[in-house]
């Protein structure tokens, strides 16, 4: 018997594609770059109509995930929205400053849970990336950040929890003027029935729920790479038997820049 341990890093991407480098029209203000299972454009006057990857989108535009659907959208700036199962978002404001450069983009969480990565595109003093749910917001400034925002409650009320996971954010109850500042790998919950917001130290536990919750990855695609790395390794052995462990990032930041996984596959 021989053993030997690979670990590799594969850019998985999910039914994804090349994202035009202008506009197709001058209200086109995103793309959509992955969208699993029931993924649906709502118009404010009801009904739906399914997303597709290399859809374009405007201000105003509602999407929604059902169950076991996860959505991306590229957005103007560079900026990057995850969505993951059973989550609604608004886009309800856009605007950007000619002879300053700076921009401000705005949306509604309803429910559900949103991973935002506020791109370079917002560098520019004055510019701000904020989402708001039914009873907080989170808002990014010109220095970017990587952060995640979802629904949830406390004592049986609304609320929401927001985590930063690089850059600072700035968390506020709805209607609040003062907030707090979450640094990287600092969460809060807001809600009326909530503590007083303070910035926690998150746990591996709420790490690990909603990195999942807004990560694109799919299985399936993960244990047919890995069986052909295995034939790479050892082609006249049929039907190689390979354990196949995904190794999300839980105890770090997740990289900015890239969307692989670690794989550790073992060859018994």
Wanted: net charge negative; aromatic share 6%.
């Amino acid at each position: 018997m021989w053993r030997f341990i690979l670990f590799l890093l594969l850019p998985i991407t999910v039914h994804a594609q090349t994202v035009p480098d202008s506009a197709s029209s001058a209200e086109d203000l995103g793309w959509v770059t992955a969208s699993i299972n029931d993924v649906q454009r709502v118009p404010q006057a009801g009904g739906g109509t399914p997303v597709t990857v290399g859809d374009s989108f405007s201000l105003g535009t509602i999407h929604k995930t059902g169950a076991d659907s996860k959505l991306r959208l590229l957005i103007e700036g560079d900026s990057v929205l995850t969505l993951g199962a059973s989550s609604q978002f608004h886009l309800t404001e856009s605007m950007s400053d000619p002879e300053t450069d700076a921009r401000r983009l705005s949306g509604d969480l309803a429910f559900g849970i949103v991973r935002a990565m506020s791109g370079p595109g917002f560098s520019a003093q004055g510019s701000q990336f904020t989402i708001h749910t039914p009873t907080a917001s989170a808002a990014a400034g010109s220095d970017g950040a990587y952060f995640i925002v979802w629904t949830t409650e406390c004592n049986g009320q609304p609320a929401t929890g927001l985590l930063s996971l690089d850059g600072e954010v700035t968390a506020r109850a709805k209607g609040a003027v003062d907030g707090v500042v979450l640094s990287p790998l600092f969460y809060t919950k807001i809600g009326e029935a909530c503590p007083p917001p303070l910035p926690l130290a998150v746990s591996r536990e709420v790490m690990a729920e909603v990195t999942e919750a807004t990560a694109l990855v799919d299985p399936v695609r993960v244990a047919a790479v890995a069986m052909e790395v295995s034939e790479q390794v050892d082609p006249k052995r049929e039907r190689l038997p390979v354990q196949v462990r995904l190794v999300p990032p839980i105890a770090q930041v997740p990289n900015l820049t890239s969307l692989g996984l670690r794989v550790r596959v073992i060859f018994p």
